[in-house]
């Protein structure tokens, strides 16, 4: 019998061609494999249980890096061959089958890296068929050196004949090289002359180890290093990349290094180990090497381990675990040319760290947070891209530009969603122009052509204006789609979720459909509709934007609404003299728009507490409450009843009172924060029962707080319901395009 296989998925630049060889060889069956644009084909010929295992070792045989999205088979004619070969990649067929992402060093890899004699030993571009750069050097597909950055790079005799040999773990490896004929390292540095080689590593880290800051080129564009351990290192390092209370992300040389500085589970430690290698947020000890100023005031520190031979060689010579942050300047996306980095970073590093291998594209580190219900991404980039996260019944192109801050763009092609990996807020022409760079990479991968644009309601958002002015070019139609609506669209794809569900789409701020700001709703959703059930507390934030820098602001509105009587007291602590003209400027509606956000909310409440006076990064005020909660097991809640209205609002007056009541007694601000959390739970349970609805979806950026959505799914469960939350989509706004897709795809 013969049979003609197609698969779709992660089939490129993976070993799969070579494990098809081998498992046919293995079976005694004749045939050939090749790479397609859209996906891998293939035939084989034998006895039917020959052939019956070759399938089985498909399903159940495949390479780590390798995944199966869609498989079919079909019985052809049989015909006269002499074994199993790998046959030249087709390039004429349409795109569905994405490359693989970047992967991090596989064991076998390491092992030669650290082996003295070994034609590979300490080469810092060391890589096969199973680990190394993948889409950050694709400029094309089919998936074949020629169409990666690595072209330029001209194989020797040796790599050749790896490359070329069917049963070596680096046949077809694109990245293949080796220091006779690969990339080469060199130091730049205005403090010491540059080197090259070995020579260019000792430097980087002995500037590392004297208290230096060192702009690595890493895989996915450039990082900024320091020694973590030195708290005046880390200190210059916030001074000169004007970040000074958002927590570093720290690269620890081995486990027995990261298990000095935190408690990490079985599971955090799979997490960090797997191929995509991301920043897991795990809990940090209280002592430990750490200097206090890298993880500020949160009580978790983003670590992760090497995965590239050049940060495993660094780390080991430097003897010391590093802070390692994006090589960027605020609101810009990373460097990834050496022109780049020294025209923007200059300022910052102290010296550089570079290569000669081009990066076609840049990847931040990807960002995972483990919960009971396994690993969830919170920034999907390096590692996860470009890997589809869902599959929709639509055939329809759609082209989604997502939202305006942690922005994403998703395109929905044959079925699967796939969205880009983390851009950025769209706030610099370089992330606007990198976003549509973006793009049109993904278009050209996929050879889509968007038959429809789904975009934000918000017409001011950069992506929200990119997307008129494609629908009016491409002549296609343009659907907007609340954001909101979005967050929970994105959870219902990723679950395939059908029919009508109950969404918690709790975050900071969104235009809602009546032109309103949105922040603390409850949805409910089926296909591409929803109707507005319920509501947080409604509040004015007076001077808009600046009340989620500012997080007294939120809290005077909040008094101004829900608790006048205490207006004064509070207001003249924050803003002294100038509580006139704030008060006026919310009587007369002045620059004082009307909020439900569950953000703000949080940032009002912190206020309160005076536990965060100015906020500098995202989610800050938010991030102390949940510390603070958190040292604290639940007692009591506050009272916050539904109103009877439809939508229903939460009675923020009552909340409010027992909060200021607690605060008038000395109530410990710990103490304060856990109830604050557990009203928002059983808010969220009371809700939950009177839309009467078994399944209820929990996204948005809130819900990245741990204390508040595990409690929430607990007592949900404990009350019969089904509770569903993003895994694979991060709930922030960087799932935002994959709702919108969703959405789109079935409007």
């Known amino acids: 019998m013969r049979l003609a296989i197609v698969v779709r998925g992660t089939v490129q630049g993976v070993g799969f061609r070579p494990f098809v060889h081998q498992a046919a060889a293995r079976y005694g069956l004749s045939g050939w494999v090749k790479n397609g644009r859209d996906a891998v ?37 049989e015909r006269e061959e002499i074994g199993f070969r790998i046959m030249a990649s087709d390039a004429d067929a349409p795109v569905d089958s994405l490359l693989p992402p970047d992967l991090a060093l596989c064991a076998d890899c390491w092992r030669e890296v650290e082996t003295p004699g070994d034609r590979r030993h300490r080469y810092p571009f060391t890589n096969c068929a199973r680990c190394g750069p993948r889409y950050s050097i694709a400029e094309a597909l089919p998936y074949d050196r020629e169409n990666t950055s690595m072209r330029v790079f001209e194989m020797c005799k040796d790599c050749a004949a790896e490359y070329e040999n069917i049963a070596d773990r680096r046949h077809h490896a694109q990245p293949i090289a080796c220091p006779r004929c690969g990339p080469e390292l060199s130091w730049i540095s205005r403090k010491s002359e540059p080197a090259r080689g070995k020579h260019a590593l000792a430097r980087a880290a002995h500037a590392l180890a004297s208290g230096q800051i060192v702009a690595l080129r890493g895989i996915g564009g450039f990082q900024l290093l320091v020694d973590a351990t030195n708290a005046a290192a880390v200190a210059r390092l916030r001074t000169r990349k004007h970040r000074p209370h958002k927590p570093f992300a720290v690269m620890f040389r081995d486990e027995r290094a990261l298990a000095e500085s935190a408690r990490v589970t079985d599971a955090e430690l799979a997490a960090l180990r797997g191929t995509e290698a991301p920043i897991v947020l795990v809990r940090r000890h209280d002592t430990g090497p750490l200097c206090s100023g890298v993880c500020a005031q949160s009580p978790y520190v983003g670590a992760l381990l090497p995965y590239s031979p050049l940060h495993g060689l660094l ?143 918000h017409p001011e958002y ?35 979720l059908d029919g009508a569900v109950l969404g918690l789409a709790w975050d900071g701020v969104g235009l809602g459909s009546d032109g309103t700001i949105w922040g603390g709703e409850a949805l409910v959703c089926e296909g591409a509709s929803f109707r507005r059930f319920a509501q947080l507390p409604s509040f004015p934030l007076p001077g808009g934007d600046r009340a989620s820098r500012e997080p007294e602001r939120a809290a005077l509105g909040a008094l101004f609404e829900l608790a006048p009587d205490q207006l004064e007291l509070y207001g003249r602590r924050w803003f002294g003299a100038k509580l006139g003209l704030q008060i006026a400027a919310l009587e007369r509606g002045l620059n004082s728009p009307f909020c439900s956000s569950a953000g703000r909310l949080f940032d009002a409440v912190a206020a309160l507490l005076g536990v965060c006076e100015l906020v500098t990064f995202e989610g800050q005020a938010a991030i102390a409450l949940e510390s603070l909660a958190a040292e604290c097991e639940r007692d009591t809640v506050y009272p916050c009843p539904l109103s009877q209205d439809a939508p229903a609002s939460a009675d923020g007056r009552l909340l409010l009172a027992g909060i200021l009541a607690d605060i008038a007694a000395d109530v410990p601000v710990a103490r304060i924060a856990r109830r604050f959390h557990d009203t928002l739970i059983e808010l969220g349970v009371a809700i939950a029962q009177r839309a009467g609805l078994p399944r209820v979806v929990l ?6 707080n741990r204390l508040l959505l595990e409690g929430l799914e607990q007592r949900l469960a404990q009350e019969g319901f089904s509770v569903y939350a993003p895994q694979r989509v991060p709930a922030n706004d960087g799932g935002i395009s994959v709702g919108q897709a969703f959405v789109a795809a079935q409007t």
Request: charged share 20%; glycine share 6%; net charge negative.
């Open 699 to 704: 996204s948005g950026g809130c819900f990245q």
């Open 315 to 457: 780390l080991a010579e430097v003897g010391r675990p590093l802070v390692c942050t994006s090589g960027n300047l605020s609101n810009e996306p990373i460097c990834i040319t050496i022109a780049q980095a020294q025209a923007r970073l200059s300022d910052i590093a102290d010296g550089f760290l570079t290569h000669n291998r081009p990066i076609v594209r840049p990847l931040d580190d990807s960002v995972v947070q483990l919960s009971r219900r396994g690993p969830v991404v919170l920034r999907r980039a390096r590692g996860f891209a470009p890997r589809t996260v869902a599959r929709i019944q639509s055939e329809l192109d759609v082209l989604a530009v997502g939202a305006h801050m942690k922005s994403t763009l998703t395109i929905a092609h044959r079925g699967a969603l796939i969205p880009s990996q983390h851009l950025g807020d769209l706030e610099s022409p370089e992330t606007r122009a990198l976003f549509e760079r973006t793009l049109q990479d993904l278009c050209a991968f996929l050879d889509a052509r968007p038959e429809r644009i789904a975009c934000d309601l």
């Open 41 to 77: 084909r293939l035939e084989v010929q034998g006895g039917s249980e020959q052939v019956a295992s070759f399938e089985r070792a498909l399903a159940f045989e495949l390479p780590p890096p390798a995944e199966i999205s869609e498989l079919s088979c079909e019985h052809v004619p």
């Open 462 to 496: 950069a992506s929200s204006r990119l997307a008129e002015r494609l629908a009016a070019e491409w002549q296609v139609p343009l659907i907007r789609v609340q954001h909101h609506h979005a967050h929970i669209a994105a959870c219902m794809a990723e679950h395939a």
